[in-house]
T-cell receptor
């Protein structure tokens, strides 16, 4: 079972920031938080990941609470092409090994003009 | 970098026939590959995990004799749906991950294969 909970859907106006929350209250010390998105009928696309520090890349920012029990993905200036299902996933990494990805139901983000 | 090619993108087959789906990592060596299935309006469900040169590990409820997985090289994994039935119609997606420095960057997904069994 997925170890995260997300709202099923969200709307965002084009050009505004989209803030997508995720709860992972049972996360353990060696689990990272990953975000992927899936545009209709395509494979998921990696967005960003983090352990405990906030992260930023060209696509998004990831804010992780100090207790690591929740996080927020921020798309700073949403466009219509950001309309997709966004998945928050916790994944184990230890040494050179990696855990698999278990997808929950995700959040369907609709960016509106 | 980190491109995964999945082929075919869609296929229609007759009930009772077998269909093979290929997943290739184009610019890295994939030590681990995963196969997912996705029904309409549902999330991705992990079917199996394969490591190069060893047998695949199937998730509970997935028939290993029906969904044959081969990961004979570090760049190619195949999923064969044997004796396909209409209820096998779904969107099949592979993902691949490398070792070493690539471990932290998650997995790269193929574009998916839409299988329709008639």
């Amino acid at each position: 079972d997925a170890k995260t909970t997300q709202p099923p859907s969200m709307d965002c106006a084009e050009g505004r920031a989209a803030n997508l929350p995720c709860n992972h209250s049972t996360i353990s010390g060696n689990e990272y938080v990953y975000w992927y998105r899936q545009i209709h009928s395509q494979g998921p696309q990696y967005i960003i990941h983090g352990l405990k520090n906030n992260e930023t890349n060209e696509m998004a920012s990831l804010i992780i609470t100090e207790d690591r029990k929740s996080s927020t993905l921020i798309l700073p200036h949403a466009t219509l092409r950001d309309t997709a299902v966004y998945y928050c996933i916790v994944r184990v990494i230890w040494g050179g090994s990696q855990g698999n990805l278990i997808f929950g139901k995700g959040t369907k983000l609709s960016v509106k003009p | 970098g980190a491109v995964v090619s999945q082929h075919p993108s869609w296929v229609i087959c007759k009930s009772g026939t077998s269909v093979k789906i290929e997943c290739r990592s184009l610019d890295f060596q994939a030590t681990t590959m995963f196969w997912y299935r996705q029904f309409p309006k549902q999330s991705l469900m992990l079917m199996a995990t394969s490591n190069e040169g060893s047998k695949a590990t199937y998730e509970q409820g997935v028939e290993k004799d029906k969904f044959l997985i081969n990961h004979a090289s570090l760049t190619l994994s195949t999923l064969t749906v044997t004796s396909a039935h209409p209820e096998d119609s779904s969107f099949y997606i592979c993902s691949a991950g490398g070792g070493g420095a690539r471990v932290n960057y998650g997995y790269t997904f193929g574009s998916g294969t839409r299988l329709t069994v008639v």
